[in-house]
């Protein structure tokens, strides 16, 4: 178990836990080679600390948070993100927050949106944009060294490389514009990226982009066929035994999740139908593998992709439309 897995696990409640996950799991750019400050939560010991006993009291109470989060009309893992961000700058311990998505507009169009604007104990003001990703890595990894670009969303409507170039030319420049400082919030604002996620990997020994954070949370993805080749034929025999697989939906893409016992009964009357449907999906589907713990529940063990059997050369041609790449920083 990692140590962001014994910190997620202190809490029950699962917002309380991708709170907790949103706010210490690794950032997936390197500080050096991001272009960029990157975000820090915290800006002492203190304030973590100070932290975990707010999310330890929420934990206890957390209905504030769930009204807060909670959209039935929303499963966009960007909007779920953002609404846990909010909370935390509004009413944890460790910064105030000023103002949230903030537009800008120019001739009556709006050209921008500045994510988070707050300010930190010590009085630093500051311009947080976050984005949440989950990238598939499609690059060979062998003959050559993984790019940004190498990385596809799983429905190829976003790449890594992409974003990483929207961020650091247009949103981080948003408070530095002239429709921003006409809105007279007070600055000067110091523009920090918060980006967290998990890059998926289908060969072992990749070595990352250089853009890439080294401690960045990683997960697996097989084609349907490697799936049944894999998984396809022992099914049920898994979760009768020791492990149980579970289809994850969007707004649990965020921090590990544990299954009560009683969750256990419905997980195995279903697992025949996940196995067939896993075997023959017609879309990108992130799954989940959980192991039996001693108390009779289930612990998340792994997670990844599993994805049509033609999504990897759509994927390829995907990554090679890329950008040219921006230059690293020294």
């Not at 250089?210 to 990683?218: K, Q, T």
């Not at 939906?249 to 067939?276: K, N």
Request: glycine share 6%; net charge neutral; proline share 6%.
């Amino acid at each position: 178990m990692t140590a962001l897995s014994r910190l997620v696990d202190r809490f029950e409640d699962a917002t309380v836990r991708d709170l907790a996950w949103l706010l210490f799991s690794p950032d997936l750019l390197r500080e050096r080679a991001a272009g960029a400050p990157l975000a820090q939560p915290f800006e002492s010991a203190d304030a973590r600390d100070a932290t975990l006993a707010w999310l330890a009291a929420l934990d206890a109470a957390p209905d504030a948070l769930h009204v807060r989060s909670r959209n039935p009309k929303s499963t966009r893992l960007g909007i779920y993100a953002e609404s846990l961000l909010e909370f935390f700058l509004a009413h944890g311990p460790a910064a105030r927050l000023i103002a949230a998505n903030v537009p800008l507009r120019h001739q009556r169009r709006t050209i921008g949106e500045c994510d988070f604007l707050l300010e930190t104990a010590t009085g630093a003001r500051l311009h947080w944009e976050l984005a949440v990703k989950f990238y598939l890595h499609i690059g060979d990894g062998v003959e050559r060294a993984a790019r940004l670009s190498d990385y596809v969303g799983p429905n190829l409507q976003d790449r890594f490389d992409l974003k990483h170039a929207r961020l650091l030319t247009h949103q981080l420049g948003l408070t530095s514009r002239p429709e921003f400082a006409a809105l007279g919030l007070e600055g000067p604002w110091h523009p920090q990226v918060f980006i967290k996620g998990r890059l998926f990997y289908h060969d072992e020994g990749i070595v990352p982009a250089p853009e890439v954070g080294e401690a960045h949370m990683r997960g697996w993805w097989l084609t349907a066929t490697g799936w049944r080749e894999r998984h396809g034929g022992k099914g049920q025999h898994e979760t009768h035994d020791t492990r149980a697989w579970v289809i994850q939906p969007r707004l649990a893409w965020l921090a590990p999740r544990r299954l009560s016992a009683s969750d256990a009964q419905s997980l195995m009357s279903e697992a025949a139908a996940i196995h067939t449907r896993l075997a023959a999906i017609t879309a990108p589907t992130m799954v989940a593998a959980y192991v039996r713990d001693a108390a009779g529940g289930w612990t998340e063990e792994s997670r990844g992709f599993i994805v049509p059997d033609d999504w990897p050369e759509r994927a390829r041609a995907f990554a090679a439309s890329a950008l040219p790449a921006l230059p690293t920083p020294a």
